[in-house]
């Protein structure tokens, strides 16, 4: 089995890369939380001058765009979804256990101390 790099999300769209950066963080969150809080994120994204997170600042095609792009991320492997919450893939959670000691959920983690 070929081993996983979390170099992968540097290739990531925007969109895609906000919500691994949120999940990095939270670890895990329940679906409907997870939503509304990368919905203000994005919407925060766009009014700071990033204009290439999702096609529409309109806030029914940031959140259509956002459950698109978690699907993606769990058909990829790098998110769980189960019972109603979305968290990350195992082999994501022991990379950051063994390059941070700990999951140390809520707390900001940057990629760049997460690659191998």
């Keep these: 089995m070929q081993s996983r790099s979390l170099r992968e999300v540097l290739g990531m769209s925007r969109l ?3 919500i691994m950066e949120y999940f990095i963080r939270h670890i895990s969150a329940g679906e409907i939380i997870a939503v509304l809080d990368l919905k203000e994120e994005v919407k925060k994204r766009i009014k700071q ?5 999702v096609g529409e600042p309109e806030e029914a095609v940031i959140v259509r765009e956002i459950y698109i792009t978690l699907a993606s991320l769990v058909k990829r492997g790098f998110l769980v979804y189960s019972n109603g919450a979305y968290r990350l893939s195992d082999w994501i959670i022991e990379i950051i256990k063994k390059k941070m000691g700990s999951l140390q959920p809520g ?3 940057p990629i760049e101390k997460l690659l191998d």
């Excluded at 001058?49 to 997170?53: F, N, S, T």
């Design 16 to 18: 895609e890369q906000v």
């Design 49 to 53: 001058g990033e204009k290439d997170i």
């Design 107 to 109: 707390r900001p983690k």
